[in-house]
């Protein structure tokens, strides 16, 4: 055990998508030392990370933690939850399709208690985003993508969206379209315009109040009282280390190792702390609880030819669709993929198309009504959690009757010219398929996760027992300890939730200046 120990006004443990825009924002005072502590290694270090249309090589790969959910009775039981291992997060990770958060989505926040989150709010700190995110450059859309886009928008009865994010950048949303995604890349050298690269690239080695620290993993949050002093890590040599924080410890590890962290600090549910062998410091039954994610399902089509090649990532255009007109947002969201996405299929005994000769599409549930739960089984840092994230329980079958729809509206988008030409056949789940009951018990075993898991450090109102937060990110009953990752969401926001998690960075570096203002001003 070593005593070596630093000392820095702010320590963020997580270099992902909301801990690096926190890290650039407050070095931008120079009397500001930031220390951010990595699990994984420098993004710059790997150019299959760098290069966007390379991200599935990263996933279940050393890049990855791996993390696997618990046996799922309605669901599929052996799902990867990617999550990412290299600095960056899973902006290093993911495919960087870039949404602003629906007004809708923003308006559940604060009626559930996270006052300041409200959309004029939350969109001017998206106006501040630093990522590169445009739509899909057209040199890199492809000829069967195009008539994909036709047929989705014909069959759907839905427009064709030039770009999605117009339709949301001043507090709106839209209800329905079929269209070319943004994506945060730079278009000329297909490189990710990641929170990384965005954020931390440009001043690292730079800013001399900014130390990074990587390959090093924290798994103990330093408590004196009721106050966080800082955290205990292990470098990759095994060095035991200790780095303390005169001002705050921000946690922003993600929906899985924030809530994880906390609870092996002692910090959650104290009777479920203390059967895992963990005394309880600080009472919080929240955590770990509420665990959300956009399930999705997949169906497969062998193509008459080969897939053309121009992409930036496999999955560049989108079909949303209402069928709840009570509702203004959409309430079904289909990614194309240009290539057989067949982890789960293969798996139930359907065999891909030769390489070059798929296509999927993948219905998922923008609003899941089932939620889960993250708990420990061990006092050993080392055991990963336990995800169940409940898939498909809600008890009115809604999420079952969403995948089951969306089933049937592929279909009808394959049956639609011009798409229909490029189809040759079903692979998956097949034309015998037909009844809701055997759509459902395909779709549930096939299912998928869109690699969204939030929701298991929620924020909720200062009198809120069941929050773990409060509406500045800071943790109840706790003083020096902020959470800022997506882990704090009340709800999902219905598309993917990337650009708010960079937004929440954005606004979470505010909160903690001001909050350090009136500390120094006795406020």
């Keep these: 055990m070593s005593d070596n120990q630093s000392t820095y006004d702010y320590v963020i443990v997580g270099g992902g998508t909301a801990g690096s825009v926190i890290a650039n924002r407050l070095t931008e005072d120079p009397g500001t030392t930031v220390c951010v502590i990595e699990g994984g290694p420098d993004d710059r270090d790997h150019e299959n990370v760098i290069r966007l249309r390379d991200w599935l090589s990263v996933l279940d790969s050393d890049l990855d933690y791996g993390y696997t959910t618990t046996e799922q009775p309605r669901g599929n039981s052996h799902i990867l939850h990617s999550r990412a291992r290299v600095l960056g997060g899973c902006s290093s990770h993911n495919t960087l399709i870039s949404f602003r958060p629906f007004a809708e989505d923003l308006d559940e926040w604060v009626a559930l208690g996270a006052e300041g989150w409200d959309n004029a ?17 057209e040199k890199d859309r492809n000829a069967m993508v195009k008539d994909w886009v036709s047929s989705a928008a014909e069959a759907a009865k839905v427009p064709v969206v030039e770009d999605f994010n117009a339709l949301t950048s001043h507090g709106g949303g839209f209800a329905e379209g079929a269209g070319f995604l943004s994506i945060a890349y730079d278009p000329y050298t297909g490189h990710r315009s990641s929170a990384s690269v965005a954020y931390l690239h440009p001043i690292m080695g730079v800013r001399n109040n900014l ?5 090093t993993w924290v798994d103990r949050i330093v408590l004196d009282g009721d106050r966080a002093t800082g955290v205990s890590a292990t470098l ?20 899985v190792d924030s809530p994880r962290l906390l609870m092996l600090s002692g910090v959650g549910h104290a009777e479920e702390l203390r059967s895992v062998g963990i005394e309880p410091r600080h009472d919080l039954p929240g955590v770990g609880e509420n665990l959300l994610d956009h399930p999705e399902s997949i169906i497969m089509w062998e193509t008459e030819r080969p897939v053309p090649q121009e992409t930036v990532m496999d999955s560049d255009a989108a079909l949303f669709v209402r069928r709840d007109e009570s ?30 000769y798929a296509v999927c599409m993948t219905p998922n549930i923008p609003r899941s009504r089932s939620r889960g739960k993250l708990y420990l089984t061990s006092a050993d840092p080392q055991a990963k959690p336990a995800l169940d994230f409940r898939y498909f329980t809600d008890p009115d079958g809604y999420d079952e009757q969403t995948i089951v729809d969306g089933l049937r509206i592929a279909r009808e988008v394959a049956a639609t010219e011009p ?3 490029w189809i040759k056949r079903e692979v998956a789940p097949g034309p015998g398929v037909q009844t809701d009951e055997e759509l459902s018990e395909y779709g549930r075993r096939a299912a998928h996760t869109v690699y969204h898991p939030a929701g298991t450090c929620r924020m909720g109102a200062v009198d809120d027992d069941t929050a773990v937060v ?7 009953g706790l003083r020096g300890l902020r959470v800022a990752d997506a882990s704090v969401f009340p709800t999902l926001p219905t598309p993917n939730p990337m650009v708010m998690v960079l937004a929440l960075g954005e606004r979470a570096a505010d909160l903690i200046r ?3 203002t ?4 006795g406020v």
């Design 121 to 137: 709010t939350v969109q001017s700190y998206a106006d501040r985003i630093r990522c590169n995110i445009v739509p899909v450059a």
């Design 236 to 255: 990759k040599s095994g060095e035991r280390v200790t780095v303390n924080a005169r001002q705050e410890v921000i946690l922003a590890a993600g929906a």
């Design 470 to 476: 409060d509406p500045r990110l800071r943790v109840r």
């Design 211 to 215: 130390t990074v620290m990587l390959e």
């Design 419 to 421: 798409f229909r030409s």
């Design 518 to 521: 009136a500390r120094e001003e």
């Design 514 to 516: 001001a909050d350090r």
């Design 327 to 356: 509702d203004p947002r959409p309430d079904l969201m289909f990614h194309i993929y240009q290539i057989p996405f067949d982890d789960n299929t293969k798996r139930l005994g359907y065999e891909s198309p030769a390489d070059g």
